[in-house]
């Protein structure tokens, strides 16, 4: 009892003060809890969402760029197919067989194949695109072959990296675009685009999309005539059976591809993508014709998607033309690196590059110990046509084993010439068609393609 009387005389004599201490002491807690733990928690919290923040945009930013290279590999024979009838090489490449077998024929007591007796038909029906080239020399067929298929080799190299690079920019753009609304929307702001009707913008980004119209229609074309002109000019005096290493037909494309781009700068963009407005109108007529009135008027979305679409195609310091260059140049590598393999496949050099998407700088490195070997130029026009299978190539099958698409019946032609490895070189080759299209996975592995792309999507100016 002593104990308790003690404890009620030392709490009765300090009674204020630990009225006051006690005060204090919850003040001081509740203080730290206000502006201490629940800011530090407010903190975790915005790193929270800072990390999801950054997470979002860069699963976002990977899916954008495998939205590309599906869409390229679905727009590969829209594209291819116009080229490959406006450079008709497999139908030279019948007419010389067909003028092959009709001499031999002859000269064994006129005898001829079912095969050649359907082909005969065909040379005798005026309407028959056959019949054009079957009025030629075999002297005007060899250069008209090699003319088409040099020219459709560079022609696809040239549209198919430009495509590449402005579907790229693209879906960036209207990535980014769209990231940035519902970011917006998020955050509880009101957009300047709230009052747009959802669907009214899915038509304009569609039909900003639909805007390759003019590369896959006409753009090639205009392509395809400055570059047909220099292959006439470079390979005018060299005949089929004329002999060339891999270095020298590498450079003599290269030098074509300088002379291209040296004086075209402004055309091959024009060409890309309709930056000038009588080539946008005819896109669009052709395309959306509704959206024609949205071309006057300054606020659009569409205009303003074209814009800048515009600027970054034409302003230096984005190097958008440098990066089209590397591209090109990229697809030459992966040209060359295939043709050496191929015509070397008697050396025991292994499989074939289109075998893989991997180590080109490796693979280049066994080409130059081989640069010196020469191949008649007929060998390089039989190889060039299976490449151009697999540039256009859209199935990007990597194990499966299917046939060509375009396969090039050069059997005839490359035994009467003698050409090394005669046809099983070349059936070994087309074998691998079913690698996949090892030129489109070059580019988009490119790491300048990547930078390029995160600078557009990343732009929220």
């Given at each position: 009892?002593a104990?308790?009387?003690?404890?009620?005389?030392?709490?009765?004599?300090?009674?204020?003060?630990i009225?006051?201490?006690?005060?204090?002491?919850?003040?001081?807690?509740?203080?730290?809890?206000?502006f201490?733990?629940?800011?530090?928690?407010?903190?975790?919290?915005?790193?929270?969402?800072?990390?999801?923040?950054?997470?979002?945009?860069?699963?976002?930013?990977?899916q954008?760029?495998?939205d590309?290279?599906?869409?390229?590999?679905?727009?590969?024979?829209?594209?291819?197919?116009p080229?490959?009838?406006?450079?008709?090489?497999?139908?030279?490449?019948?007419?010389?067989?067909?003028k092959?077998?009709?001499?031999?024929a002859t000269?064994?007591?006129n005898?001829?194949?079912?095969?050649?007796?359907?082909?005969?038909?065909?040379?005798?029906?005026?309407?028959?695109?056959l019949?054009?080239?079957m009025?030629?020399s075999?002297?005007?067929?060899?250069?008209?072959?090699?003319?088409?298929?040099?020219?459709?080799t560079?022609t696809?190299m040239?549209t198919?990296?430009?495509?590449?690079?402005?579907?790229?920019?693209?879906l960036?753009?209207?990535?980014r675009?769209?990231?940035?609304?519902?970011?917006?929307?998020?955050?509880?702001?009101?957009?300047?685009?709230?009052?747009i009707?959802?669907?009214?913008n899915?038509?304009?980004?569609?039909?900003?999309?639909?805007?390759?119209?003019?590369?896959?229609?006409?753009?090639w074309?205009?392509?395809?005539?400055?570059?047909e002109?220099?292959v006439?000019?470079?390979?005018?005096?060299?005949t089929?059976?004329?002999?060339?290493?891999?270095?020298?037909?590498?450079?003599?494309?290269?030098?074509i591809?300088?002379?291209?781009n040296?004086?075209?700068?402004?055309?091959?963009?024009?060409n890309?993508?309709?930056?000038?407005?009588?080539?946008?109108l005819?896109t669009?007529?052709?395309?959306?014709?509704?959206?024609?009135?949205?071309?006057?008027s300054?606020?659009?979305?569409?205009?303003?998607?074209?814009?800048?679409?515009?600027?970054?195609?034409?302003?230096?310091?984005?190097y958008?033309?440098?990066?089209l260059n590397?591209l090109?140049?990229?697809?030459?590598?992966?040209?060359?690196?295939?043709?050496?393999?191929s015509?070397?496949?008697?050396?025991?050099?292994?499989n074939?590059?289109?075998?893989?998407?991997?180590?080109?700088a490796?693979s280049?490195?066994?080409?130059?110990?081989?640069s010196?070997?020469?191949?008649?130029?007929?060998?390089?026009?039989?190889?060039?046509?299976?490449?151009?299978?697999?540039?256009?190539?859209?199935d990007?099958?990597?194990?499966?084993?299917?046939?060509?698409?375009?396969?090039?019946?050069?059997?005839?032609?490359?035994q009467s010439?003698e050409?090394?490895?005669?046809?099983?070189?070349?059936?070994d080759?087309?074998?691998?068609?079913?690698c996949?299209?090892?030129y489109?996975?070059?580019?988009?592995?490119?790491?300048?393609?990547?930078?390029?792309?995160?600078g557009?999507?990343?732009?929220f100016?």
């Amino acid at each position: 009892m002593a104990i308790f009387s003690s404890l009620a005389g030392f709490f009765n004599r300090n009674k204020r003060r630990i009225f006051i201490t006690g005060a204090v002491s919850v003040s001081i807690y509740l203080l730290i809890n206000e502006f201490i733990i629940k800011k530090f928690r407010n903190y975790q919290k915005t790193l929270r969402q800072e990390l999801i923040f950054k997470q979002q945009i860069k699963q976002r930013f990977i899916q954008t760029q495998q939205d590309c290279y599906y869409t390229i590999l679905a727009l590969l024979p829209v594209l291819a197919a116009p080229i490959i009838d406006a450079l008709p090489v497999e139908l030279i490449t019948q007419a010389l067989r067909l003028k092959k077998n009709n001499t031999k024929a002859t000269n064994e007591s006129n005898e001829l194949t079912s095969d050649n007796l359907n082909l005969l038909d065909n040379n005798n029906d005026p309407q028959s695109k056959l019949s054009i080239y079957m009025n030629k020399s075999k002297v005007e067929l060899w250069n008209l072959l090699k003319i088409k298929t040099i020219t459709r080799t560079l022609t696809l190299m040239y549209t198919i990296s430009g495509l590449l690079l402005i579907t790229r920019l693209q879906l960036n753009i209207l990535a980014r675009r769209s990231y940035l609304e519902s970011a917006i929307q998020m955050a509880g702001v009101k957009s300047i685009n709230n009052d747009i009707d959802p669907h009214e913008n899915y038509i304009i980004e569609q039909s900003y999309l639909s805007l390759s119209w003019w590369l896959l229609n006409k753009g090639w074309a205009n392509l395809n005539s400055i570059i047909e002109a220099l292959v006439i000019q470079k390979f005018e005096k060299i005949t089929p059976k004329s002999e060339l290493t891999i270095e020298d037909f590498e450079n003599s494309l290269i030098d074509i591809i300088n002379e291209i781009n040296l004086n075209n700068r402004e055309y091959i963009l024009a060409n890309l993508f309709p930056i000038n407005y009588n080539d946008l109108l005819e896109t669009l007529l052709n395309t959306n014709p509704d959206l024609v009135p949205h071309l006057d008027s300054a606020d659009s979305n569409l205009i303003k998607l074209i814009n800048e679409t515009n600027s970054i195609m034409l302003d230096n310091n984005l190097y958008f033309f440098d990066l089209l260059n590397s591209l090109i140049v990229n697809n030459l590598t992966t040209l060359s690196t295939s043709l050496s393999f191929s015509l070397n496949a008697g050396n025991n050099l292994g499989n074939s590059l289109m075998t893989t998407t991997g180590n080109l700088a490796e693979s280049s490195n066994k080409i130059r110990e081989i640069s010196n070997t020469s191949y008649k130029l007929a060998s390089f026009l039989a190889q060039l046509s299976v490449q151009n299978s697999i540039m256009i190539d859209n199935d990007n099958l990597k194990t499966e084993d299917v046939s060509p698409k375009h396969e090039p019946n050069l059997e005839e032609i490359l035994q009467s010439l003698e050409l090394p490895g005669g046809l099983d070189a070349l059936e070994d080759t087309q074998r691998n068609e079913s690698c996949g299209n090892v030129y489109i996975n070059n580019l988009n592995e490119l790491d300048e393609l990547d930078d390029f792309s995160a600078g557009i999507y990343s732009n929220f100016e």
